[in-house]
């Protein structure tokens, strides 16, 4: 199979019922915000990253760093899942799983175009990263490895809609190993700060990946209901089962990402550093309160429990809703972690500074998010309308 | 008599155990406890001065401990800092400092402090601790930060730096910042290409201070003036954010 022409792979990959006016319109809406969003990032290559972005000395990481790590905890959580019913077979999310290594490798590309805009000279990491690599770094390991999964599934993408079976399943046992890796890396960049008592520590990398496989679940929900809706179908019994396993899934993990929340703001609270006490009680009660009691624990872990009792698993689109709550709030919560480990004073107590730096985004980090929602979107769409018959059909191994 | 024939024997009974050998075992019993009740409290008990003494010899590396040829650090006394800013003048003129976008190397940091009506002003001299463990130089992706090898001072090579700004997270001690001119994090080298390079024996910070407050110099130097203020017997000796781990080259006392 692997000797027939491109075009003839995507006669038999692409939904033809997709190609409708609406789809058109909404691609290339997606597309618009995708290329008018990034280009508020572009713009900081021109005027400075420092004049159109509001990082500061004190707090240098912002809204593009926690939208980037969000990114790409999804598509780690994405590709684990999938790759879990790759290789051991059997599992009902199987059935979805096409679907999900095409939305991991869509989310990483939101995250690669992220931190392509918010790094100050992307073009000095391209040489250095390969000549000067510096082995005890947190970040040249979580870069490195993410590059590696991106390029594994992108492989093992190919073997899919080309039926090589045996190389999709290969690449896509690496490639989730490398995503692991990653995400264990990118927990490292904050855990190994001990400057950022807030970070600093053991749980960390864990609480990544933790995050992981509940963003994961919350996305392979939610895009496989959408996959549905845009087609005006309904689901077969097989995808609503393994649908129904991703929403499982969801909710156990739930359970775990709210039991390592509550503990690790205990934690804080019964000792260690002042500085990540101040830290915590910024979400507690300072100015990340309305963020994290209402976005974080409110929409996004509250409500889409009570929803998942009320659809029971079974009423999809009280599920999808659940995921959609849940990913607005890990969203909120990258964010809030990424502000909370900066926003205290390390001096506090001199030079009359406040207990907790203001951050507001600016404009064009809005935009930039806005760009990199349009990349996953008009990523989905487009796999969708070119690959998804692979997507619905049963898998290939 | 081994175990076995032990077991064979009849049990005595406590009853017919002298009052002498009951009451010397209780002694014995007493005095095991009193030993270790006694430490335990002992090992609760703050000993400011001898925790003081501890913690200053923690903080100076002693003998043998100095990887580097010459070994720079500085020690500010404190307490003579008036807050005038020469320092930080002539570091940004020395260094070519940016003016904009909180760009400094060294800045001196004030505290205002009320009691019984009166107020009390402290000022506190910052700058990169050059640290023997520094996080800075850990993180960084492309190795665009290192110790240099000679002077153990945490240097930059700006054209390997891409601007992730892992390093200013990292820094304990807030002394990095983006140098909008070189595109790069900069940072405090103590004049190690400007001052040191062409030969003086201080950097400008030091040398601008009208209070002597900034003494710089090689920490495995006898002769130096460091040296000696670092091994003045009773003095006492700390670094900031010790917690951290992090091993500062930069020392603070009153004096």
């Known amino acids: 199979m692997s000797n027939i022409s491109l075009s003839a792979i995507f006669a038999e990959t692409a939904e033809p019922c ?34 159109i972005y509001n990082n500061t000395r004190e707090m240098p990481w ?59 000279s992307p073009h000095r990491m391209l040489l250095y990263n390969i000549i000067s690599p510096n082995p005890l770094s947190n970040i040249w390991w979580m870069g490195t490895l993410y590059g590696l999964a991106v390029g594994c599934m992108i492989i093992e993408f190919a073997g899919i809609v080309t039926g090589l079976g045996k190389l999709a399943l290969v690449m896509g ?28 520590g053991a749980q960390l990398p864990i609480y990544f990946l933790t995050s992981a496989f509940l963003s994961g679940a919350a996305a392979a929900v939610l895009f496989n209901y959408l996959a549905y809706r845009i087609r005006n179908e309904k689901m077969s019994t097989t995808v609503h089962l393994a649908v129904k396993s991703a929403g499982k899934a969801m909710t156990l993990v739930l359970i775990l990402y709210s039991v390592a929340t509550f503990w690790r703001l205990v934690s804080f609270y019964v000792g260690g550093p002042e500085l990540g006490r101040t830290a915590a ?21 509250i409500i889409p429990i009570v929803l998942i009792i009320l659809s029971r698993l079974e009423n999809m689109s009280m599920l999808a809703f659940a995921g959609f709550l849940i990913l607005v709030g890990q969203f909120v919560a990258r964010y809030d972690l990424v502000v909370a480990g900066q926003n205290v004073p ?25 760009g990199s929602i349009g990349v996953v979107a008009f990523g989905f769409l487009m796999g969708e309308r070119v690959f998804g018959k692979t997507f619905t059909q049963k898998e290939h191994h | 008599m081994n175990i076995e024939d032990l077991e064979k024997e009849k049990n005595e009974g406590i009853g017919s155990l002298p009052l002498q050998e009951r009451r010397e075992f209780l002694k014995m019993g007493l005095a095991l406890t009193g030993v270790f009740l006694g430490g335990s409290i002992l090992s609760m008990t703050s000993i400011s001065h001898a925790s003081n003494q501890k913690n200053a ?129 900069d940072k405090c080298n103590f004049c190690i290409d400007t001052r040191l390079a062409e030969g003086k024996k201080e950097t400008a910070c030091a040398a601008a201070c009208p209070a002597r407050v900034r003494i710089f110099g090689d920490l495995k130097d006898k ?29 603070y006392m009153n004096a």
């Open chain 1, 281 to 301: 009680d910024a979400l507690i009660t300072g100015p990340l309160a309305l963020n994290f009691w209402v976005l974080e624990v409110g929409i996004g872990l």
């Open chain 1, 18 to 51: 997709l190609a409708t006016p609406e789809m058109n319109r909404a691609t290339i809406f997606f597309l618009i915000v995708t290329v008018v969003g990034l280009s508020c990032g572009v713009l900081a290559f021109i005027f400075g990253h420092h004049t």
């Open chain 2, 223 to 251: 002769s130096t003036e460091i040296y000696r203020l670092l091994h003045t017997p009773d003095s006492k000796i700390w670094v900031l954010r010790p917690d951290t781990g992090a091993l500062p080259n930069v020392f």
């Open chain 1, 346 to 370: 390390q001096n506090l107590g001199w030079d009359n500074l406040p207990t907790h730096f203001s951050y507001v985004p600016s404009f064009f980090e809005f935009g930039v998010i806005a």
């Open chain 1, 173 to 200: 046992v690496f490639g989730a190993l490398a995503e692991v890796l990653a995400n264990s890396c990118l927990g490292g960049v904050f855990a190994t700060l001990p400057a950022r008592p807030y970070w600093y």
């Open chain 1, 62 to 120: 912002g809204m593009l760093i926690s939208t980037y790590a969000f990114w790409a905890i999804t598509s780690t959580g994405l590709c684990m899942y999938a790759a879990m019913s790759h290789v051991f077979g059997g599992t009902r999310m199987g059935m979805i799983s096409n679907r999900m290594v095409w939305m991991s490798i869509i989310c990483i590309m939101g995250a690669f175009a992220t931190i392509g805009v918010e790094i100050a």
């Open chain 2, 57 to 185: 010899d923690m903080d100076i590396p002693s003998e043998g401990q100095y990887p580097y040829p010459k070994h720079y650090g500085m020690i500010m006394r404190q307490n003579r800092c008036v807050g005038c800013e020469l320092c930080v003048e002539a570091c940004k003129q020395s260094n070519h400092v940016p003016n904009d976008h909180g760009a400094w190397r060294t800045a001196i940091q004030e505290k205002i402090t009320r009691e019984n009506s009166t107020e009390k002003r402290e000022f506190r001299p910052v700058l990169c601790n050059q640290c023997n463990r520094p996080p800075c130089v850990r993180v960084c992706p492309t190795k665009a930060t290192y110790k240099d090898p000679e002077t153990g001072i945490v240097v930059m090579d700006y054209k390997k730096c891409i601007g992730c700004k892992t390093c200013m997270a990292a820094c304990p001690y807030n002394a990095r910042y983006f140098n909008e001119e070189k595109y790069a994090i």
